[in-house]
DNA sequence: AAGAAAGCTGACGGTTGCGTCAGTTCCCGT
DNA sequence: ACGGGAACTGACGCAACCGTCAGCTTTCTT
């Protein structure tokens, strides 16, 4: 009945570390990396503080592998666009992905947009590299959508901008988005009509001039 | 020669307030409410740290000044959309000038996004009145545009979202937006490629159908 | 010119928080 | 069932930081 060396999941070292984490992920997200308090952590996790540290050397380092989780999550979940698919398909399964994600884990992408507006301070080169390669593949995929004429001749990465900017507002300043909409919080049903917003306008402006004029 | 106490510009209060007004918002942007250090704010200002206490009660006191400070210059900047305007050259003029501002001033809405990100601890009740009655012209504005057929029946809260969203991505995540373009910092010229893919994509989705099917 | 008010500041107290460590308990293969 | 390694933890050292204060200097007013 108890765990076994041999088996990953209910290994005691994966079992704290996981719960380490999902902590301390809740509240870089409220706190910041400053605001944060290893002792915090701790009793969120259910841990006594020493033993937060027999798992990890610092808080930098809880902090640095969950920017590093994300990220490898993120280039992973550009996927959704590929050359062969119809455009406005294709990004509008993109559109409604990420704001589902938005949607339901704010606090991962929290964290790391305070660690983008702080100025990527303790974001690794290697970091910065999945960064770079994982835009790699989306714009090949729009360069060639526009190529054969599927959408207007937009800038690639300043749309890729447009479309990510709308589904990240919506998790990082969900607050702001609640004030705007004057809701107290955000429901499932916002989430979709931001989505059908998005598909109506901006998306919509992607299509090839049916008119001359 | 020296300054009268009834010379608002040369008082001594006002011009050491904007100093360390000024240093603190630099400092904020970049670190954080907790990150940033009173010690590191005076050493910025070029005054001694007791001093930045014979103007300001705590460190909190000087981040709440600087929050209201700019929600107040924000209500302001939403007087670009009038009903009598047309749509697009009002809504294209007020995306270039929030990028405009971005690209200004990026501390100022930086410090404003860290606070937003962390759920608003700072804000006080009246600063989140700001925030609403600021939101409720445009939105009737944009109603009212709905209203005559001159754009799209989009949900206009959600509208406000997109187009602010966009442009408050390329001041908070400047160097996000940076990697995805592949420079090393965003120029002028960037800014406007930025505004011209918002205007050609999600404004010009806004147009009402020129053609039925 | 002189007194008052505003501006200024070095030094310090109290608190908090990060990270350590020595010693204990638990787990697990054999 | 036992030995060794993994897991655990209370107590603590040390450094950093916020905010204070008592007394000094400059500026202003009359």
């Known amino acids: 009945m108890s765990a076994k060396a041999s088996d990953p999941e209910l290994r005691i070292r994966a079992r704290n570390e996981a719960l380490i984490s999902d902590a301390a992920t809740r509240l870089f997200a ?71 994600h938005s949607r339901r884990f704010p606090d991962e992408t929290r964290v790391f947009a305070t660690e983008i507006l702080a100025g990527g301070p303790y974001l690794t080169p290697e970091d910065r590299e999945l960064m770079r390669v994982g835009m790699l593949r989306p714009v090949e995929v729009l360069e060639a959508w526009i190529a054969r004429g599927l959408i207007r001749p937009v800038h690639p990465r300043h749309l890729m901008i447009t479309l990510w900017s709308a589904a990240q507002y919506y998790a990082d300043f969900e607050i702001m988005a609640a004030h705007t909409l004057e809701v107290k919080k955000l429901k499932r049903a916002d989430y979709d009509t931001a989505a059908d917003t998005i598909v109506q306008t901006t998306l919509r402006g992607l299509r090839p001039d049916p008119v001359p004029a």
Chains 1, 2 share one sequence.
């Open 30 to 100: 409220r706190k910041g990396f400053e605001g944060t308090r290893i002792s915090e952590i701790a009793e969120a996790a259910g841990l006594p503080k020493a033993n937060v540290y027999y798992y990890f050397g610092s808080k930098a380092e809880i902090y640095r592998s969950i920017l590093r989780r994300l990220l490898t999550n993120w280039t992973v979940a550009l996927d959704h666009l590929s050359e062969e698919r119809d455009p406005f398909e294709a990004l509008e399964a993109y559109v409604r992905a990420k704001l589902e």
